[in-house]
């Protein structure tokens, strides 16, 4: 029997990147079609998922018509419960970023949910354009963290989203959160 696919869990901001509408600007095109291309290219080799946090983000940021549009989607997509173990993950996270100077920018609590949730998880990458959120919030986790914007490499592949499937909840190791074009 085959072993499952590492998981690779969203960011909000890559949700927002890859379901742009059609008349946005060439800029929101340009970062649609990267994004795109980077979850096709990720998606040959990981299972993709979104943790429920995201979708509440989601819904607090967007017009209800933008809002309901993103959520068509979603159905086709493995979304990761925020349950007990994520929630238990998330806190520690979120109390050993909290910022220390005050001008220092604080962490959204939806980010330390999405990171808890990507941990319970046992989750391989976690792809975001906001990366130094992100390693500061997973300084010490053996996950990857992936930034889906920059150029495209095939002008929007067409992306396969993964049916809905159950998650199963895995110790991560301790280790410092690296971004992907790290060379450690």
Same mark, same amino acid.
């Given at each position: 029997?085959?072993?499952?696919?590492?998981?690779?869990?969203?960011? &909000?901001?890559?949700?927002?990147?890859?379901? &742009?509408?059609?008349?946005?600007?060439? %800029?929101?095109?340009?970062?649609?079609?990267?994004?795109?291309?980077?979850?096709?290219?990720?998606?040959?080799?990981?299972?993709?998922?979104?943790?429920?946090?995201?979708?509440?983000?989601?819904?607090?940021?967007?017009?209800?018509? %933008?809002?309901?549009?993103?959520?068509?989607?979603?159905?086709?997509?493995?979304?990761?419960?925020?349950?007990?173990?994520?929630?238990?993950?998330?806190?520690?996270?979120?109390?050993?970023?909290?910022?220390?100077?005050? +001008?220092?920018?604080?962490?959204?609590?939806?980010?330390? $949910?999405?990171?808890?949730?990507?941990?319970?998880?046992?989750?391989?990458?976690?792809?975001?354009?906001?990366?130094?959120?992100?390693?500061?919030?997973?300084? +010490?986790? +053996?996950?990857?963290?992936?930034?889906?914007?920059?150029?495209?490499?095939?002008?929007?592949?067409?992306?396969? $989203?993964?049916?809905?499937?159950?998650?199963?909840? &895995?110790?991560? &190791?301790?280790?410092?959160?690296?971004?992907? +074009?790290?060379?450690?």
């Amino acid at each position: 029997m085959a072993r499952p696919k590492p998981l690779a869990v969203l960011d &909000t901001c890559v949700i927002i990147d890859a379901l &742009t509408a059609d008349d946005a600007s060439p %800029v929101d095109l340009n970062q649609r079609a990267h994004a795109l291309d980077v979850l096709a290219e990720l998606e040959k080799t990981h299972r993709l998922a979104i943790p429920a946090a995201v979708i509440a983000e989601l819904g607090c940021g967007h017009p209800e018509p %933008v809002f309901r549009e993103i959520l068509s989607a979603i159905p086709e997509m493995l979304v990761l419960a925020l349950d007990a173990q994520a929630a238990i993950a998330a806190g520690p996270l979120r109390a050993r970023a909290r910022p220390k100077a005050k +001008d220092e920018r604080r962490f959204q609590d939806y980010d330390a $949910l999405i990171a808890g949730t990507a941990l319970a998880n046992g989750a391989a990458v976690l792809v975001t354009s906001n990366i130094a959120d992100f390693q500061k919030l997973l300084q +010490d986790e +053996d996950i990857e963290l992936r930034n889906h914007l920059g150029q495209p490499t095939n002008k929007g592949a067409q992306l396969k $989203l993964l049916p809905t499937g159950s998650s199963t909840a &895995t110790p991560s &190791t301790k280790k410092r959160a690296k971004r992907s +074009d790290d060379p450690t």
